[in-house]
T-cell receptor, first 116, second 116 residues
């Protein structure tokens, strides 16, 4: 069965600290996709990144970076030099390649609070 | 361009009432998804449309939930005889691709349903 686990329910940091959000997934498929979404207090889910299971290269986008490790079934997200505007709930999600549209399986989310 | 829109943004219903929630996907997007997000939880899949065809409704919690997308664009999620446990945020997402789950889902702002 597919499952996504975000063990950290809440994280609180002070501005400019680095913070890593953990994501561990379970799937029996060899072809799958992993995502991170941000949900600010306004409620809308904002897409951050998508990776497929064949691309294990780490990715950096500005202050954001992602570490995908198939050996440990993890897809962790690091924010460098955090800012107050990074405060939000972050969701990791998994979809499998199929002919049913690729529904997303979400983790429980990690609430990040960045204090000034 | 315009993103996914949903209406109403907030809905309060008395237990037993019927409600209808609307989703306008991004123009040209083939796939449309509905998710339910309970307070403090990650979104959970409800149903999936490819154009006007409802290909997966495995996540609908009961036969009180019904969704349609008659012309392959706008979709409506209807809940009959609402119960208190139906209180949640209902999220709509759309993606460009037509089936293999390879494309990114973009979410609307959600409809927050409160059943009294």
């Amino acid at each position: 069965a597919q499952k996504v686990t975000q063990a950290q329910t809440e994280i609180s940091v002070v501005e400019k600290e680095d913070v890593t959000l953990d994501c561990v997934y379970e799937t029996r498929d060899t072809t799958y996709y992993l995502f991170w979404y941000k949900q600010p207090p306004s409620g809308e889910l904002v897409f951050l990144i998508r990776r497929n299971s064949f691309d294990e290269q780490n990715e950096i986008s500005g202050r954001y970076s992602w570490n995908f490790q198939k050996s440990t079934s993890s897809f962790n997200f690091t924010i460098t030099a955090s800012q107050v505007v990074d405060s939000a709930v972050y969701f990791c999600a998994l979809s499998e390649w199929d002919n049913q549209g690729g529904k997303l399986i979400f983790g429980q989310g990690t609430e990040l609070s960045v204090k000034p | 361009g315009a993103g996914v829109s949903q209406s109403p943004r907030y809905k309060v219903a008395k237990r037993g009432q019927d409600v209808a929630l609307r989703c306008d996907p991004i123009s040209g997007h083939v796939s449309l998804f509905w998710y339910q997000q309970a307070l403090g939880q990650g979104p959970e899949f409800l149903t999936y449309f490819q154009n006007e065809a409802q290909l997966d409704k495995s996540g609908l919690p009961s036969d009180r939930f019904f969704a349609e997308r008659p012309e392959g664009s706008v979709s409506t999620l209807k809940i009959q005889r609402t119960q208190q446990e139906d209180s949640a945020v209902y999220l709509c997402a759309s993606s460009l691709d037509g089936g293999a789950g390879t494309d990114t889902q973009y979410f609307g702002p959600g409809t927050r349903l409160t059943v009294l």
